[in-house]
């Protein structure tokens, strides 16, 4: 019986057929890069999306940021103007004022440093899809660098050179088909951890906010201290 692998190269050799395992893998490889370019374009717009709902949510925070802190520094103040014991408490030393503000502008820049943060795992997932979107030109050339291998004469191939090209084609082949499994899953696994990371951002962001409150809490609670002590000496 008659080696099909054997008879293949003798074809191709004899220029009667085009080299069949070069034809499947250039479609392998063809296949492979549609699949891998819907991942990385499916995958970006995933990594934009989240990173885009970060910035907005930063961005949301820090037009919050100084409200809140103006409104607790007013509503400190009037606690104090209707205690009816204003010119005690404003002898004692409740730079309350001055905290939150120091504490607003800490959360802010908190903030902002998660929105940067956002934008750097923005370009850091692009540079990683980008990278192993590299790996398919190398997968390519291995194709391309069997036929530059192995050189014909006037006469064509020989038979020995025939099959050494066939094997070179089936070896490319191979890593072609194993690719298209694993690279689409590290392509996977890349823009999952861009989108976690992504998303674990507005929890941070959301703890200098709370932060900032805590704070504010501290000084209404020092502030209302103050008030009880007025009172009771103004009584005693």
């Known amino acids: 019986t008659s080696n099909p692998f054997h008879t293949f190269a003798e074809l191709g050799q004899k220029g009667l057929i085009p080299n069949p395992v070069e034809i499947l893998a250039n479609l392998s490889m063809d296949h492979l890069e549609n699949k891998v370019k819907d991942h990385v374009n499916n995958g970006l717009s995933n990594v934009q999306n989240g990173v ?3 910035q907005t949510f930063g961005s949301k925070l820090i037009n919050f940021i100084p409200n809140l802190a103006a409104n607790a520094i007013k509503d400190i103040q009037n606690m104090i103007n209707l205690s ?54 190398n997968l390519r050339d291995s194709i391309n660098d069997c036929s530059q ?22 070896a490319a082949l191979i890593n072609v088909q194993s690719e298209t499994i694993l690279l689409p899953i590290t392509i996977g696994q890349k823009i999952a951890e861009g989108v976690d990371w992504a998303n674990s951002l507005k929890g941070y962001m959301v703890k200098c906010v709370a932060n900032l409150a805590q704070d504010i809490a501290t000084q209404a609670f020092k502030a209302s201290q103050a008030i009880a002590k007025c009172i009771v000496d103004s009584t005693g």
């Open 52 to 54: 885009y709902e970060v």
């Open 84 to 137: 009816g014991v204003v010119s005690c408490v404003n002898k004692q030393p409740l730079p309350f004022s001055n905290v939150i503000q120091v504490a607003a502008k800490s959360a802010s820049k908190c903030v902002a440093e998660k929105v940067d943060q956002a934008a750097n795992i923005w370009n850091n997932t692009a540079d990683n899809l980008r990278n192993a979107s590299n790996d398919l030109q």
């Open 149 to 170: 291998r192995i050189s014909s004469g006037s006469l064509g191939l020989s038979l020995s050179d025939a099959m050494a090209l066939n094997t070179c084609y089936a």
